[in-house]
């Protein structure tokens, strides 16, 4: 009696510990979940807030989970625009990788390579490094060969010739 006494509280004893492991493995996968839907405090779709909060591993978590990655936040301002007008090179550089628009422009007129052109970084810092791959990324496809003002995207915008051919 005693041997199956030992034997039934070491399966109880297992079945307890599996369970454990399976409630923690369960907790841990709900908190790894991405809601592509939340919005942050500011209102807006919640990888602007990553933008800001400079979360690049949550931004890349975001678009891997399904968020357009040209969605539109404040002035129509895409995450690549919100971050370029930030000065966050490294996060710029990642949603160009992730396939970002790169002639997307807001509300402003404001563009990539506008932003790009502009921007003066220590090029020896990380950001500063990030914002010449972004400038080399937009060379390379042509983009960096005629840098439109502001107004002037305004203006092909309103006439629906944006972008340009």
């Not at 370029?84 to 997307?104: E, K, V």
């Not at 005629?146 to 203006?155: G, H, L, N, T």
């Amino acid at each position: 009696m005693l041997g199956s006494r030992t034997a039934l509280g070491g399966a109880i004893a297992l079945v307890l510990g599996a369970f454990i492991v399976y409630a923690v493995n369960a907790q841990q996968g709900r908190n790894d979940m991405v809601d592509i839907t939340e919005t942050g405090p500011n209102g807006l779709p919640i990888i602007f807030w990553r933008i800001e909060q400079d979360d690049r591993k949550a931004v890349r978590a975001l678009i891997n989970a399904g968020m357009d990655v040209n969605i539109r936040g404040f002035q129509q301002s895409t995450p690549t625009i919100a971050a370029a007008s930030a000065n966050a090179w490294i996060t710029t550089d990642l949603l160009l990788q992730l396939g970002a628009d790169p002639m997307a422009t807001n509300r402003l007129g404001f563009t990539l390579p506008w932003l790009a052109n502009k921007a003066q970084m220590n090029p020896d810092a990380p950001e500063g490094q990030a914002l010449g791959k972004v400038r080399a990324r937009l060379m390379e496809a042509g983009l960096m060969t005629r840098i439109y003002e502001p107004a002037e995207v305004k203006a092909l915008v309103d006439r629906r010739a944006w972008p340009p051919a």
